[in-house]
């Protein structure tokens, strides 16, 4: 990469991580993705009705369709006073690029955008049909939802999803269920009642981790139930038998798990439990909705499912050639990754897909996030290497898979 290409791909950046974007206020971040999608070349720019900055880059003749996806959002930044460097000033310091989203994912954002623009600029003989980038918005609250409407309209052959990966390829992840377990019963003076919501709720998780026994599996590893939050209703009350209780379960799913299945594995476990009089019990899947900066309603049951591509298909070879392309040493990683947006195109879907990206997961949501320079550089070098092999090998593609 010459030198004026990485000053443009650090100040994509720079600028990038200025724009804070909280999920559901992406709307400043999106314009400004717009506006560089169109300055560097891309067609057929658009933002669909959640709010995704969707641009194509079209190379003619019948190759295949890649989408190539990152976030727009960040987590929230906390207490700015624990900051050393302002968590929206994009601050390089020691070959460092500082600021909320650094690593996840605006780093991960403009190393794609830039890679197709470039692939575009300089193409190589031969290369066909079309690279397609999308800008996603409320991956870190409902990513199920805008993944699936762009795939919908997108329909591609191949996905690449951005994620902090240290240049290490994915090729699948456990999927994710958030399940609810709730209680309930009649309000009454505490020092009347014997019959406790709040009680037959201790005793309910305590069936489930007495006898919940996970599934595992050589490359996914063991599966995972965990209990994540506990309340009982009203929450103020002090001397009042609480009507209802809930508590919330993170499930971490192999292939081949449902999300019916998943429930009724707790409803059977529950069953053996003696049920008092007036008491009852229900589980469920939970379900999160929000508001886009668009104005449309979002929301996704929590339910994402696990995905995996088998490590001979032609694709995992043909992206490992990518990486070598720029003088790396191309790892497929021997490990399930976490959850990503590939739980859409792969899981759901059945469209091939990795997951690959600069920088280290560990400093994701951190104080003073940060993503090396380096990192970003060549993990641009890797997107556009992988983008013309994909675009390149069009033998190599079964059209239509996953549909």
Request: proline share 5%; with cysteine.
């Amino acid at each position: 990469m010459d030198v004026s290409r990485r000053d443009d791909l650090i100040q994509l950046c720079q600028e990038l991580i200025r724009h804070p974007s909280p999920s559901g206020e992406e709307g400043a971040i999106a314009r400004f993705v717009h506006s560089a999608m169109i300055t560097l070349g891309y067609e057929d720019v658009y933002v669909d009705g959640y709010g995704s900055v969707v641009g194509t880059i079209d190379f003619g003749g019948s190759g295949p369709t890649l989408l190539m996806e990152s976030q727009m959002d960040h987590a929230e930044v906390g207490d700015v006073g624990e900051w050393r460097n302002y968590p929206f000033g994009g601050m390089i310091d020691r070959g460092r690029i500082y600021g909320r989203g650094a690593t996840d994912q605006k780093g991960i954002l403009a190393a794609m955008v830039t890679a197709l623009a470039w692939l575009k600029q300089c193409p190589p003989e031969g290369i066909e049909g079309k690279a397609v980038m999308a800008a996603m918005v409320h991956q870190e609250t409902f990513e199920r939802a805008a993944s699936k409407l762009v795939a919908e309209r997108i329909r591609p052959d191949r996905v690449i999803s951005g994620e902090p990966s240290e240049l290490t390829v994915e090729r699948g992840q456990r999927g994710r269920a958030s399940i609810v377990l709730e209680t309930s019963g009649r309000m009454e003076h505490s020092s009347m009642g014997d019959r406790s919501s709040a009680e037959f709720m201790i005793a309910l998780v305590s069936e489930i981790g007495r006898r919940f026994s996970p599934k595992e599996s050589p490359f996914f590893g063991k599966g995972a139930l965990t209990l994540t939050s506990l309340h009982s209703y009203p929450l103020d009350a002090r001397t009042t038998m609480p009507v209802r209780c809930c508590a919330t379960f993170d499930r971490r799913i192999l292939p081949g798990e449902t999300g019916e299945g998943v429930l009724e594995e707790i409803r059977s476990i529950l069953r053996a439990v003696n049920t008092p009089p007036d008491l009852e019990f229900k589980v469920f899947m939970d379900r999160g909705d929000g508001h886009c900066y668009t104005g449309a309603m979002i929301g996704s049951e929590g339910f994402a499912p696990a995905w995996q591509i088998d490590q001979d298909h032609p694709f995992i070879s043909t992206v490992l050639d990518g990486v070598k392309a720029c003088g790396l040493n191309a790892v497929l990683s021997n490990r399930s990754g976490f959850g990503t947006n590939g739980c859409i195109y792969g899981g759901e879907m059945g469209i091939p897909t990795i997951v690959f990206g600069p920088s280290r997961r560990e400093l994701a949501h951190v104080v003073d996030e940060y993503i090396d320079v380096d990192q970003l550089v060549m993990g641009c070098e890797c997107y556009r290497a992988i983008a013309e092999k994909i675009l390149t090998r069009k033998e190599e593609f079964r059209y239509g898979e996953g549909y």
